[in-house]
């Protein structure tokens, strides 16, 4: 039978969570199928076996793509997309769990009930190392359910203003036509080895198309502590990302027509912090990505970030001026 429900689980060197993010798939209750398909994108570690092994013991479940050269994250995850087969898609994150066995079948239900709702999205907490799980202090936690129009939620979206709307893809539910048709439409967003991320512009481009529900039962368990591509434990890492999301915002609101004004404080704040990033790490990567996406969102910077830009562009002089930040912070 063709599922209802496809499941993207996209992973790379996470043989240590892979098999609880799909153990946790496979506890869902629902009266329709579901197939989950696992995206490996040549990880060097154990998780392409651990795949495989799901895929025979769970025979038409779950199905396992085993890339043989890294796509990167947008590219494996929209190539994906293309397999699956149901009318409604959601995603877990090799590392992370969902937390609710009636995920599914609720917001399938849901987005059945109102063929305008795109894209349905749900509470979610962090899980620490430890094991606890708390919500979020910096992401807004609606406590009661609603749906709106996508374009009242856009402005939002763009601004990143995770106090207002925050959409974890993790813990959503989208139409897979609708999907299909953005990629179509607007395929450099989703293509490409110069995308930070398969989830923003998709949240984006699918609230430009219709409306967004959300429910406030918590889904998902978002593991936190561990390496990953936005992590600020790495400051080159978090440097290249940084960068790499203010580009992106830029030519998404350009393709919506979006004013421009409305996004210098998230340009401000979003160059500053790469900025910092990047002069801390001492890696080169990082800085011409910061200073390239410096120079093409065009954000207002105070002096002592300009100067930190013109260092970084010498290499003598970064490393004179690293060396002074280390004194001063001592």
């Avoid at 579901?34 to 199905?63: L, N």
């Avoid at 002592?304 to 004194?327: C, D, E, G, N, T």
Wanted: charge should be negative.
């Amino acid at each position: 039978m063709t599922p209802k429900v496809s499941v993207i689980v996209c992973t790379y060197n996470q043989e240590d969570t892979i098999g609880a993010a799909l153990d946790s798939i496979l506890a869902q209750k629902t009266d329709f199928d579901f197939e989950i398909v696992v995206a490996d994108d040549c990880s060097a570690d154990r998780t392409p076996a651990i795949c495989r092994e799901y895929a025979a013991r769970y025979p038409g479940k779950v199905r396992a793509i085993i890339n043989e050269e890294n796509k990167g994250i947008a590219d494996n995850y929209y190539d994906t997309l293309y397999e699956c087969r149901g009318k409604y898609i959601a995603d877990l994150a090799g590392d992370d769990i969902w937390t609710d066995p009636d995920k599914l079948a609720r917001q399938a239900a849901l987005m059945d009930s109102d063929p305008s709702i795109v894209l349905c999205h749900a509470a979610w907490k962090y899980l620490h190392p430890d094991g606890s799980m708390t919500f979020s202090e910096d992401h807004a936690v609606p406590d009661q359910d609603y749906i709106v129009d996508g374009a009242k939620a856009l402005p939002y979206l763009l601004q990143h203003r995770k106090d207002e709307v925050f959409i974890h893809l993790c813990s959503a539910m989208y139409r897979r036509d609708t999907a299909i048709a953005l990629t179509q439409k607007y395929s450099d967003f989703f293509y490409g080895r110069w995308l930070p991320c398969e989830d923003f512009q998709l949240e984006v481009l699918m609230a430009a198309s219709g409306r967004i529900a959300y429910d406030c039962t918590p889904v998902l368990a978002y593991r936190v502590g561990h390496e990953s591509l936005s992590s600020t434990e790495n400051p080159a890492k978090a440097a290249i990302f940084a960068s790499k999301v203010a580009v992106m915002t830029k030519k998404l609101a350009e393709e919506l027509t979006f004013d421009p004004a409305l996004l210098k404080d998230f340009y401000s704040r979003q160059m500053l912090f790469a900025i910092s990033r990047a002069f801390i790490s001492g890696k080169a990567e990082a800085a011409r990505e910061a200073v390239s996406a410096t120079s093409f969102v065009a954000p207002e910077l105070p002096a002592r970030a300009r100067y930190v830009l013109f260092a970084m562009k010498f290499r003598p002089l970064w490393h004179l001026s690293r060396m002074a930040y280390k004194i001063a912070r001592r």
